[in-house]
């Protein structure tokens, strides 16, 4: 079984990657590759770029890597309350080749802030949104304060009730 996963994030310590990657290796007998948003890096998409270049190469690489893809681990950043301008840009140009962006994959959908919501604004927007391009969305899960439930240096949960939700829904989802 082949596990895409990334954060919705281009910061180089996005704690959405981490989020995504955990729970990625989560699942027995995968191959888990971690996407990172900065090799897709792409100029804004406008209407007036794509007239002139058309479809970006980039875009295409990112939807041909979620093609390889079993299962979808997609961790979203939340800027002011909806995506970041990262991820809002490749699913942008994505969209533009094709309606079916998350390419009809099951999805585990997640969102990490280091405030109490846990990403919760833009979890219920992409939780809403994304099943029209393609997402097959099986579970959500959001982990709050990050700082004080992530241990970065371990890579992994560090409060057990909510490390056991995501391992319970993980099992009973997929």
Do not use: C
Not at 86 to 99: C, E, G, H, M, Y
Not at 137 to 159: C, M, Y
Request: charged share 20%.
């Amino acid at each position: 079984m082949k596990i895409i996963a990334f954060g919705g994030s281009n910061s180089q310590h996005s704690i959405n990657k981490k989020l995504a990657t955990y729970a990625a290796n989560l699942f027995e007998n995968a191959d888990v590759e971690v996407l990172d948003l900065n090799d897709y890096a792409m100029p804004l998409f406008s209407v007036d770029i794509e007239k002139e270049i058309g479809q970006h190469e980039t875009a295409k690489s990112f939807l041909s890597k979620l093609d390889t893809a079993d299962i979808l681990v997609v961790s979203l950043a939340e800027n002011n309350s909806n995506y970041s301008t990262a991820f809002k840009n490749i699913f942008d140009w994505s969209s533009r080749i094709t309606k079916e962006v998350f390419r009809q994959k099951p999805m585990l959908l997640l969102a990490t802030s280091p405030g109490g919501r846990g990403g919760a604004s833009v979890l219920e927007i992409a939780n809403n949104a994304l099943p029209r391009y393609g997402a097959q969305i099986k579970a959500t899960f959001s982990l709050p304060a990050f700082n004080a439930n992530f241990d970065v240096e371990k890579n992994q949960i560090s409060n057990p009730e909510l490390d056991k939700e995501l391992k319970d829904i993980i099992k009973a989802s997929f």
